[in-house]
Structure formats: structure tokens, C-alpha cells
């Protein structure tokens, strides 16, 4: 079997100890099984920082998108209209689901290196009455620029609209106080920070917002008040629950706990990442994203020259043992290297260690 290191935002690189959980196959209606479901969503209102009584924590099969779409379809009604803040893919991508949803909906679209304005999301509030929803992606994996939450949530409190956010590549690798923040909708997915392996969403909504959402969803598996109904009950999932993926994210949630919580997650995210980019711009290798919008997660690459060969790059590090991300720009030639997941420093210098000898190489060719 191939063995390397993943520096992709997802999945990424897993414990041996998170693997090693699945090789026990549990059954979905076992108490031993539901405990497990039932504690996650408790671990998970504590690293959102809420209380049981206004949170709540609902697990969705799927990949993350199938997380955000549950969102979207059941917590936004025919009388509602949302408004979708894109800089990137994933926002972009959330449009798209509204369109197929068939949701009244507005983009207000700003480049991908730059920041939402606060007096145009006002501005449009102010002029488009109908609209009772905000939605904005966290950390935009597409560029790695990290999105202003703060602002977000507190133009939709001032305004009384609901907020969504898909912190789907940021939420366990840095602390977000959801219930400051006020936040109605948060969604991130198993195999992202908290480092887990694929197979399931999760959603931390409002108990009052996610209790009025009854009969919304235009959608059967991604209702997401109902699958919240049924797994509420004991933690039996509505639907085959993806077992061996619960148990490891379990096993996950322990290992963070471990490293000291998010707090020290964080540290070492943003600690890999600043080694990264310190050692690559010395090398010559500048980022698309400035310093200040960055985030601790994934980070975007320019090209270091017009003849450099992505391909070729990627298979002499890949023979190496790390797997890099190819860019997501159409205008600019790019690519990323993510540094989330059981990845600590000295991977970060190794890695450095041989794209520097790549870049010598090329030097020399
Ligand atoms: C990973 C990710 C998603 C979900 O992608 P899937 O491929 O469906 O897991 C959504 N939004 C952001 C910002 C992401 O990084």
C-alpha cells in the first residue's frame, strides 16, 4: 500500500489510533452504538461552545456538501430569501444548491483574494427587505483565505437574520465561540479538523431556529429536522449510519481532547503553516493570499515561474512521501498545500527540505 502523507484539506492524514477503530464492526441499534452517536453531539456542543439547551448537534451521512445542502433545503423556506456571500468554490457552490433547490436567493460575489465590504451587505439588507438569511463559507478552502465570521454574524444579529456558515475546514482547528458569535448554523464534516476519515456532516444549529423548520426540506434524506427528530430520541440515526466512521470520529474527538483541545490545535495548524510560508518565500514561492486574510489551514501557492511543471513537482514530492493539491484559480497558475491533520512540524520542514531540493534541481536542469 502507498504510504503517504496527505497535506490535502481533506481527508487528510488520520492517527493510527483513529484507523485502528474500525475494525470493529457495530451494530446501529445497539446501545453501545447509540452512546457513541449521543456523546459525539454532546463533545461537539462543547467545542462550539454552547449550551445543550440552546444548541443542538445533528449528524448527517454523506460528505460534507450533503451537510451544507441539509442546511440549506430545511432551514430556508419558500417565504425566505438568502443571501450567499461567495469569494470562492464553495460559496459558489452553495449557489448552486439554492439554484437546484429552487430557493429565492441573491449572490453578491467578491473576488476571490478579497473581503466581503460590511456597508454592501448592509446596503443590500437595507434595499432587499425579503431577504431573512446569510450564508458565508469560514475558511475558503479554494484560496485558504479565512472569511470574517465576526462580521458576518454580527451585521445578521443586527439585522435579526439568520446566519450559516460552513466552517467545514476550520471548525476544530480554531476555536469558535458560536454562541458570542451568535451563530444560527454551523456545519463542518468528520474529516476535516477534527481529524476523522470521511463519511458524515454535522450541524450545530440553534434549537429554537432548527425546531421551526418542520416540513421544510425539499428533500427526503437531506431533511435535516427530521433526521435531528430521530436521532434526538436515543441516537439512532434515521438511515444506515456510517458505524465505522462514527467510531473513529469518536476516537478523534478523544485524540483532540488529548492534544490540549483547540486551542493547541490551532497553535500547531498555524505554527505548520507559518513554517511553510516562511520557507517557501524564501525559496522564491509567494502566496495568492496576504498574510493578514490567511488562514492556519490550507494555503495557495503562485507558480514560481513560467516553465515550472506542477506535474512533475507533484510526483518527485509524492515519491517523497507527501501528496500536495493542485491550484483551483482560472486566472492564475497555483497550487496548494494543505497542513491540517496529524502533521506536525518536522513533516513541514521535511516537505520543505525536498521542494527545496526540487527548486535546486530546476536550477541546475
Ligand atoms: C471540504 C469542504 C466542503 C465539503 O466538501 P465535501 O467534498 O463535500 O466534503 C465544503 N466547504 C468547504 C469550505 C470545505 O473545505
Known amino acids: 500500500m502507498p504510504n503517504y502523507k496527505l497535506?490535502?484539506?481533506?481527508p487528510l492524514t488520520t492517527s493510527h489510533s483513529v484507523k485502528e477503530e474500525m475494525l470493529c464492526d457495530r451494530c446501529t441499534w445497539d446501545e453501545d452504538y447509540k452512546g457513541i452517536t449521543q456523546k459525539i453531539r454532546t463533545q461537539l456542543l462543547e467545542l462550539a461552545c454552547v449550551q445543550e439547551q440552546d444548541y443542538t448537534a445533528v449528524l448527517m451521512q454523506g460528505s460534507g456538501t450533503f451537510a451544507v445542502e441539509s442546511v440549506m433545503t430545511s432551514a430556508i423556506s419558500d417565504n425566505?430569501?438568502?443571501l450567499i456571500v461567495t469569494n470562492g468554490a464553495y460559496g459558489e457552490r452553495i449557489v448552486k444548491m439554492a439554484h437546484c433547490i429552487g430557493l429565492n436567493y441573491r449572490e453578491y460575489r467578491v473576488a476571490y483574494n478579497a473581503y466581503p465590504n460590511e456597508?454592501?451587505?448592509k446596503e443590500m439588507l437595507e434595499e432587499d427587505q425579503a431577504i431573512t438569511h446569510l450564508v458565508m463559507v469560514h475558511c475558503e478552502t479554494t484560496t485558504g483565505i479565512l472569511n470574517p465570521i465576526e462580521m458576518i454574524a454580527r451585521v445578521a444579529r443586527e439585522y435579526s437574520k439568520t446566519s450559516i456558515i460552513d466552517a467545514m475546514s476550520s471548525f476544530g482547528g480554531m476555536e469558535i465561540n458560536?454562541?458570542?458569535l451568535g451563530i444560527d448554523y454551523l456545519i463542518s464534516s468528520a474529516n476535516k479538523c477534527i481529524q476523522g476519515v470521511p463519511g458524515f456532516g454535522f450541524v450545530i444549529a440553534k434549537?429554537?431556529?432548527?425546531?421551526?423548520?418542520e416540513g421544510n426540506a425539499r428533500s427526503l434524506s437531506l431533511d435535516l429536522f427530521d433526521q435531528w427528530s430521530e436521532?434526538?430520541?436515543d441516537g439512532k440515526w434515521r438511515f444506515t449510519s456510517p458505524t465505522h466512521v462514527v467510531a473513529a470520529f469518536s476516537k478523534a474527538i478523544d485524540e483532540l481532547h488529548a492534544e490540549g483541545g483547540i486551542s493547541e490545535r490551532y497553535r500547531r495548524y498555524q505554527n505548520n503553516n507559518q513554517i511553510l510560508r516562511d520557507r517557501l518565500e524564501r525559496m522564491g514561492i509567494h502566496t495568492y493570499i496576504t498574510a493578514e486574510k490567511q488562514s492556519p489551514i490550507i494555503t495557495t501557492f503562485l507558480f514560481p515561474s513560467e516553465d515550472f511543471n506542477f506535474e512533475d513537482f507533484y510526483l518527485y514530492v509524492k515519491e517523497r512521501g507527501f501528496v500536495l493539491y493542485p491550484g483551483k484559480l482560472t486566472e492564475v497558475d497555483t497550487f496548494r498545500v494543505g497542513n491540517i491533520g496529524e502533521i506536525y512540524e518536522?513533516?513541514?520542514q521535511t516537505l520543505c527540505d525536498i521542494i527545496e531540493d526540487y527548486m535546486e534541481g530546476c536550477q541546475h536542469a
Open 207 to 213: 434549537r429554537d431556529k432548527l425546531l421551526a423548520c
Open 7 to 10: 497535506l490535502t484539506p481533506g
Open 119 to 121: 456597508a454592501e451587505i
Open 231 to 233: 436521532m434526538n430520541k
Open 346 to 348: 518536522e513533516d513541514i
Open 80 to 82: 425566505d430569501k438568502v
Open 178 to 180: 458560536i454562541h458570542e
